[in-house]
């Protein structure tokens, strides 16, 4: 599934990275034990004075993860900071979660239980709660934040495409938390 927001291609490339590097990590140390198990086996090495240890080698299994570490981090860093910077030219809308549905609010006060937006234009939500934490999540466009009651959070995005994308409650607000759905819609 591709994603239909501007950042979500960040948010897959960062993905991507992350699950490429720990499977060569996953793989390259599954390799070293194996050929370690069959070179120092008991039987071929009884006594294990004969082993030396090599300082090149323990410097390098702590300098290699750590850079492995430090550059996941910057992409991870990056991509969640595209995602913090509101835009200042974003349309703003109101977005009010409660015990079990999604309201929003436009500029000009109409309010909808579904979110519509136009195409190519960045949006900025103010998210809160009436009753207990939900978690506004919008699988498409790579995009999760929490409401919580008493505190407003904000997020936003900008749609790639016109079309209709799910709104999902991703944090259980109850015995109706599977019900609490809507819907983005994006018009041209």
């Not at 591709?2 to 699950?19: E, K, M, N, P, R």
């Not at 349309?91 to 015990?99: L, S």
């Amino acid at each position: 599934m591709s994603g239909a927001s501007s950042y979500s291609g960040l948010v897959d490339q960062t993905f991507v990275l992350i699950l490429g590097s720990s499977l060569i990590m996953l793989i390259g140390v599954t390799v070293a034990l194996v050929y370690f198990v069959m070179k120092y086996r008991r039987d071929k090495n009884p006594n294990p004075a004969q082993i030396k240890d090599s300082k090149t080698l323990e410097i390098l299994w702590t300098v290699l993860p750590t850079i492995l570490v430090m550059v996941m981090f910057y992409y991870g860093w990056a991509g969640f900071k595209v995602m913090r910077d509101i835009p200042d030219d974003a349309m703003e809308v109101i977005v009010n979660a409660r015990m079990w549905s999604w309201n929003f609010e436009y500029p000009n006060g109409v309010q909808s239980a579904e979110l519509y937006v136009p195409t190519g234009r960045p949006v900025s939500l103010k998210l809160r709660s009436s009753d207990v934490i939900h978690s506004f999540f919008v699988p498409d466009f790579r995009l999760k934040e929490d409401c919580m009651p008493g505190q407003e959070n904000h997020a936003w995005f900008e749609t790639t495409r016109d079309g209709e994308f799910n709104i999902l409650c991703a944090e259980y607000c109850g015995d109706q938390h599977s019900k609490m759905l809507s819907k983005v819609v994006s018009l041209p």
